[in-house]
């Protein structure tokens, strides 16, 4: 477990992962061999298509705002489906919201998620990759959590927690379980807007970024010795450097 391995065989799960990144990073995971595991919360026709594209292992259905629910995904995944080495924290929720605007029922509804479940997905994890040989967690974070956006005060909160977290948890798991981040920059799935389109302008790299260079990166954490933990990658062609 303390060198680079392979993750052929190993059991992964990607939370979010019916649409977009998650998915991106689940079809990338099927072909460098992991046994993928997809959740979901609502987006079951998705995740299922997802999850025939990627022959999943299987499909889990939880809804991250209920730590009780968290804790029976991971029991479910530990009774059915065998150790776990991988988790990937990819789901989350983005609103924009002028501070002067935001209320608690919209701070809660950002931060239940990106922040309290990806802690809880941690924790149930590594208690279960502690049983066993240790293992690998990547959190997704954001380029938000690395700058500051004025109208996305709450959700830049989130993802910068997200971030201390990650490496508090590195830390505390240590020597048998990683846990880094990977924070992308502009990733469009679908028309993108003025405001995205500013920000594709300013990025060094002079063009968005794509769902599987973010697979790429969580890939690299994954395979990676134990070496390497409580790390950020910002996948987001040099924007968090403007």
């Not at 924290?89 to 950002?110: G, I, M, Q, S």
């Not at 279960?128 to 240790?134: F, I, Q, R, V």
């Not at 690395?146 to 508090?168: D, F, M, N, Q």
Request: aromatic letters at 8%; glycine letters at 8%.
């Amino acid at each position: 477990m303390n060198q680079a391995s392979s993750i052929t065989g190993r059991l992964v799960l990607v939370t979010g992962a019916a649409k977009r990144i998650g998915r991106d990073i689940a079809l990338r995971l099927h072909r460098e061999g992991a046994r993928v595991l997809i959740h979901y919360n609502t987006s079951e026709e998705e995740a299922r298509q997802t999850a025939d594209d990627c022959r999943a292992e299987g499909m889990l259905s939880a809804d991250l705002e209920s730590v009780p629910d968290i804790v029976r995904m991971f029991q479910e995944i530990d009774s059915q489906y065998g150790p776990l080495y991988g988790l990937v924290n990819n789901a989350a929720r983005f609103t924009r919201f002028h501070p002067f605007e935001l209320t608690e029922a919209d701070w809660d509804y950002v931060h239940s998620v990106n922040l309290k479940a990806t802690f809880f997905c941690c924790q149930q994890g590594a208690l279960l990759m502690h049983k066993h040989d240790g293992g690998r967690i990547v959190n997704i974070s954001s380029l938000g959590g690395i700058r500051p956006w004025a109208e996305h005060a709450h959700y830049c909160a989130s993802k910068a927690g997200v971030i201390h977290l990650t490496r508090a948890l590195a830390k505390a798991f240590a020597p048998g379980i990683t846990v880094n981040s990977v924070a992308p920059g502009v990733i469009p799935y679908g028309p993108t807007d003025q405001r995205v389109d500013a920000m594709i302008r300013s990025t060094p790299a002079a063009r968005a970024g794509t769902g599987d260079e973010i697979a790429e990166a969580v890939v690299y954490f994954l395979k990676a010795s134990n070496f390497v933990t409580g790390q950020l990658i910002a996948v987001d062609g040099g924007l968090s450097q403007r």
